[in-house]
């Protein structure tokens, strides 16, 4: 069975620090994706990462997917308030199957 | 609004009814899939369908649950005699291609079973 781990699960800091949050498992993935969610909607795609080592930039976010693929990392600088919210990882297989979430980092950032 | 448009957004049902959730894919989108989320967990998969076939259902209960994606109209989860533990918020995606690089999500329908 396929299992995401996501860490920290909650994490609260000051408004123009820097973090890093962390998506693992121990199966391979033909693609990892990270998505926020706000309360009361649905999750948004940020990025998709495809290839072991491949490192993709999104304004002040970073992605990282591993060089094994089975783990990618979401580091943001300078964190905003308008960067709070449910921050999901999600992955799958094969480029066919299902695509399984993580159970989120929930971010604050306080202003 | 060419997003995906899931409805009702709320929706509240007494032990024993019937919930009928609806899910319109973004225009050009012919896959669908149906996730649950509970309180402070992640999105946990139920079931994706193709027009008018059933891809994978691995993760929908075997019994009270059903869906469809007709030829004509929006997708359908169907929970018949609900019960309190179905309450939760159930999330519709949409993709363009059987390639899973990233799917579109509805706003949700938020289920509660009184």
């Known amino acids: 069975t396929q299992l995401l781990e996501q860490s920290p699960q909650f994490l609260s800091i000051q408004e123009g620090e820097n973090l890093t949050v962390y998506c693992n498992s121990s199966s391979v993935f033909s693609s990892l994706q990270w998505y926020r969610q706000e309360p009361g909607e649905g999750p948004v795609l940020l990025v998709t990462v495809v290839t072991g080592g491949e490192v993709k930039k999104l304004k002040r976010l970073t992605f990282q997917f591993g060089d094994a693929r089975k783990d990618s990392s979401l580091h943001i600088t300078a964190a905003q308030p308008g960067d709070t919210g449910l921050y999901l990882c999600?992955?799958?297989?094969?480029?066919?199957?299902?695509?399984?979430f993580g159970p989120g980092t929930s971010l604050s950032v306080i202003p | 609004n060419a997003g995906v448009m899931q409805n009702p957004r709320h929706l509240v049902r007494r032990r024993g009814q019937e919930a009928r959730l609806r899910c319109s894919p973004m225009k050009g989108h012919s896959h669908v899939y149906w996730y649950r989320q509970l309180p402070e967990e992640g999105l946990k998969f139920m079931v994706y369908l193709q027009k008018e076939n059933i891809i994978d259902e691995s993760g929908m209960p075997k019994e009270r649950f059903s869906a469809e994606f007709p030829k004509e109209g929006p997708s359908i989860l169907r929970i018949q005699q609900v019960v309190r533990g179905d309450s939760a918020a159930y999330f519709c995606?949409?993709?363009?291609?059987?390639?899973?690089?990233?799917?579109?999500f509805g706003s949700g329908t938020r289920l509660t079973v009184v």
């Open positions: 999600a992955g799958a297989e094969t480029s066919y199957d299902k695509v399984i």
């Open positions: 995606a949409s993709s363009p291609s059987v390639l899973n690089y990233g799917y579109t």
